[in-house]
């Protein structure tokens, strides 16, 4: 059996939606007094002491944008998958295969409550992570969320470049992935900022992220509503 801790669960909301008048496609909702954990109005210095999530499907590029992202802004960087593999002891292929996928999901959902028990820090999630409504929630609750939308060519193409993903074993991985974006964007659409992810290296997309977070805490953004 795979047994892994997992934390308490704490509502706190980001109340209004803001489209900044940026390139990129960028997308935010603005953190206006947020609640911190134990009901006070909380700082709003930095990101407001709250985590930063990386959603998005496979090959999105959240490790890769996720690391840099953290380097740059002085946080902490965790991969949800690398957390569920040391906890579960065994490979994600493994867990998929020994267990089946709803084992899979189980643990991802306790890894993923304790990682955003334990702090403030870059949080990279498996493309299915933000699927889960209760995930989604806790999220919102201690983290700002990130999604790195890639159009299918692009998410094609990375995915060819590392194995290991059980979900695209597939006869036609390309079909599988339309099918993934078709269920999924639409939830990932609710993220908290929504930024393009770009082929021209994950410094450019860092940058914009890190533009992103200070437009949506600090009050002379100029955000637009939405
Ligand atoms: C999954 C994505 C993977 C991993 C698992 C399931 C998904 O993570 O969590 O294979 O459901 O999309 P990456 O998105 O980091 O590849």
């Known amino acids: 059996m795979l047994n892994i801790d997992y934390g308490n669960f704490s509502a706190t909301r980001w109340p209004a939606v803001y489209r900044l ?34 959603v998005g499907l496979m090959g999105a590029g959240k490790t ?34 020994l267990y089946g996928e709803k084992a899979f999901r189980d643990v991802e959902e306790r890894v993923i409550f304790r990682l955003l028990d ?22 919102e609750a201690s983290g700002i969320s990130v999604w790195l939308r890639a159009d299918l060519d692009t998410l094609v193409r990375r995915t060819r470049r590392r194995a290991g993903r059980p979900l695209l074993k597939t006869s036609d991985p390309k079909a599988t992935l339309q099918k993934l974006i078709d269920e999924r964007y639409p939830v990932y659409a609710d993220a908290d900022i929504v930024i393009d992810s770009m082929d021209e290296g994950p410094e450019i997309t860092v940058d914009i992220i890190s533009d992103a977070l ?7 953004s100029g955000g637009k509503e939405r």
């Open 214 to 220: 200070d437009a949506m805490t600090k009050p002379d």
């Open 118 to 139: 334990e702090g403030p820090q870059v949080l990279a999630t498996g493309g299915g992570a933000f699927m889960n409504p209760k995930i989604r929630s806790r999220i």
């Open 64 to 97: 890769s944008v996720g690391r840099k992202l953290a380097e740059k802004i002085d946080l902490a960087f965790t991969d949800a998958d690398e957390e569920i593999i040391e906890a579960a002891g065994c490979s994600i292929e493994d867990i998929f295969e």
């Open 21 to 54: 008048g940026q390139p990129h496609s960028t997308t935010l909702r603005r953190a206006r007094e947020p609640r911190g954990r134990f009901g006070m109005t909380a700082d709003l210095s930095g990101h407001s002491g709250k985590s930063i999530v990386l």
